[in-house]
């Protein structure tokens, strides 16, 4: 970074560090930064950037930002990384890639590890003013069972996760979310498989039509938050992304100030 990027790094960093914003409060926009700290939009990207990376910020959805949450445990120091000495593939093809990679942990020797690389997905959990979720009930073949799900699918090349989460929802329901917030990007499994998965939240949804993913859709309810509960006692929930988003709502509500809370 250059003088002025490094002097704009520094002043925000310092904010941060001086608690002038609270834990869970959301950052100032981009527009407002470059016209208080007179930098390019460009610039200012790779200041939040950096500052997402060193875990002084978070993304929540495009171009937006909060202070993190407040976390009383440290990150643990000087535990090495495994040594990843190369890798080959078994199979391949546009939905699922099984590779085996030659790893090394700390202290132990060596040796092939089966890894498999599956697709980008993303998934939304759109809520009403009545304290109602967006759900589909559908049969799964692979456990053979039904159950509740959110919307959500494959990002597809060159499209983002936050407009593949808005796809997904018209797609399937023919609902179209408010503005959508990032929640999380978490791994399902994440001892052998490459899948991220991308979260987020509207509140509020505006019905622009019927369904035009048909295979996908089901049937198609407003489900009570209060039902969730009922739901994975159940064993009616059964994909992770689904189990996520409603574990996050149904915690956030309970958090005074929570802007899930309405």
Known sequence: ??????????????RLASGQYSAGERFPSERSLTEELGIGRTALRQVLARLVSEGALEVRGRSSYRVPGVVS??????????????????????????????VEPP????????????????????VDDQERVLMMWRYRFVPGR?????????????????????REVVEETGWRPSALEH????????????SPHEIFVSHGAEKVGEPTDLEEAGHIEWVPLSDVPGLLARG???????????L??????????????H
Not at 183 to 194: A, E, F, H, S
């Open 1 to 14: 970074m250059g003088p002025k990027t490094t002097r704009v790094y520094e002043t925000l960093r310092q």
């Open 73 to 102: 445990v440290s990150t643990p120091e000087g535990i090495e990384p495994w040594q990843i000495h190369g890798e080959r593939d078994l199979y391949d093809n546009q939905w699922v890639k099984l590779q085996l990679w030659d």
């Open 107 to 126: 202290g132990v020797e060596r040796f092939e590890h089966h890894v498999v690389k599956l697709q980008h997905v993303a998934i939304t959990a759109v």
């Open 146 to 166: 039904f159950g509740w799900e959110l919307p959500g699918g494959i990002v597809d090349k060159g499209e983002t996760a936050t407009d593949a989460a808005l």
């Open 183 to 194: 929640v999380v990007t978490y791994q399902p499994m994440v001892g052998m498989v490459d």
């Open 236 to 246: 009616e929930l059964l994909g992770s992304g689904t189990l996520v988003a409603l």
């Open 248 to 261: 996050h709502i149904l915690a956030s509500r309970k958090r005074p100030g929570s802007t899930a809370a």
